[in-house]
């Protein structure tokens, strides 16, 4: 496989799956600028990357907010260049039932997963679109295919980046810029930790495979659409999901 060895900028990076696709792009040669809520946890996963010889720095972000998504990208343009490849992974999870959900827990929701990829993708596009050249890889969620009980609200904001993923690489794939998502099934990160023992039980006692994956796992399926194979992916969701969902 031809690896990605660009610049690259991760949102949601210091924890579970941002922080392991972070480690496998810079270990293939990327240029990784790590983006989180927790400076410091950013901080200290970036400086491990530098003390095993990548090349990392961190930026604080709160992606829901522009001023704060473009103080990141500057970071990042200032410190290796324009982007040339973007994983908006950043992420939140709250569990409730529909009838118990407050409006404020629907609008965080929203904010981070689908204003957060919006403002991402829209902060480094120009470039890539006057370079003829970048990718975009936007984590969704295979309960964006399937729902998911007591998360309603996840579910929706994970569908909505699926269909901006397919809407904005009919928009911008023939000017060299290829969009694609990731629909990971339960994972075993810090998000789905925080789910209750009775849903993690549940939910994999569904999986064909028994077991949830594991960040690498993920991380794996980033790498392979940032490489050159994945040159004709475009606007496609692939699953890293233990079987939870078959197309």
């Keep these: 496989m031809a690896a990605f060895q660009g610049t690259a900028l991760v949102t949601g990076a210091a924890s579970g799956i941002g922080l392991a696709v972070a480690e496998r792009l810079a270990a293939d040669g990327a240029s990784v600028v790590l983006v989180d809520l927790d400076a410091e946890k950013a901080a200290l996963a970036a400086e491990r990357l530098r003390d ?17 998504v473009s103080a990141a990208v500057a970071l990042a343009v200032e410190t290796f260049g324009p982007v040339e490849l973007l994983v908006n992974n950043a992420g939140h999870v709250h569990q409730a039932r529909f009838e118990d959900l407050a409006v404020a827990d629907f609008d965080r929701m929203f904010a981070v997963h689908v204003r957060g990829t919006f403002l991402t993708t829209r902060a480094v596009l120009p470039s890539m679109l006057e370079r003829g050249a970048g990718i975009v890889v936007n984590m969704a969620s295979q309960l964006g295919q399937i729902g998911g009980v007591e998360l ?28 694609n998502a ?43 659409l940032a490489s050159s194979d994945a040159r004709i992916f475009v606007g496609q969701t692939l699953g890293p999901n233990s079987g939870d969902v078959m197309l």
């Design 52 to 68: 095993t010889g990548y090349k990392a720095v961190h930026a604080q972000a709160d992606v829901a907010q522009e001023a704060s």
């Design 182 to 224: 990731v629909a990971p099934g339960p994972i075993n990160t810090p998000l789905v930790r925080a789910l209750s023992p009775d849903w993690q039980a549940a939910k994999r006692a569904e999986l064909p495979l028994g077991a949830f994956g594991e960040p690498e796992d993920v991380a794996g399926t980033v790498a392979f």
């Design 152 to 179: 309603t609200h996840y579910s929706a904001a994970k569908a909505a980046i699926i269909g901006l993923t397919k809407a904005l690489a009919r928009e911008v794939s023939d000017r060299g810029v290829r969009v």
